[in-house]
């Protein structure tokens, strides 16, 4: 038999669920974090092919030193990984957790 704390979650996820907000959340995060994921994967995939089929192009030494082109497009690819992850945060902090607060205030009526 079900305690009432358990009947209570159970009611509260589904009116949760049901939530327009909810759905317009759960929508437009998972959709942001696709594009996201996906632009990550075709720099990060990039990088790799580079290194595997034009190993030249990333020897190539940068002026009269010995660091070849290679350093600064790996670095680059981290520098990537950081900007794009702030700009998640950023848009989290903002619309998200704004339609976060939304959906609470909707739901706890």
């Not at 990550?40 to 009269?64: D, N, R």
């Amino acid at each position: 038999m079900a305690s009432p704390e358990t009947d209570r979650a159970a009611v509260d996820a589904e009116t949760i669920a049901a939530n327009p907000t909810y759905q317009l959340l759960k929508s437009k995060r998972s959709g942001f974090g696709w594009i996201l994921a996906i632009i990550m994967l075709v720099v990060y995939y990039g990088y790799v092919s580079l290194i595997a089929f034009e190993k030249e192009l990333l020897s190539i030494p940068i002026g009269s030193g010995v660091i070849t082109w290679g350093i600064p497009v790996g670095f680059g690819v981290i520098v990537f990984t950081i900007l794009i992850t702030m700009v998640y945060v950023v848009r989290a902090n903002k619309e998200f957790d704004d339609l976060t607060e939304k959906v609470k205030q909707e739901v706890l009526k």
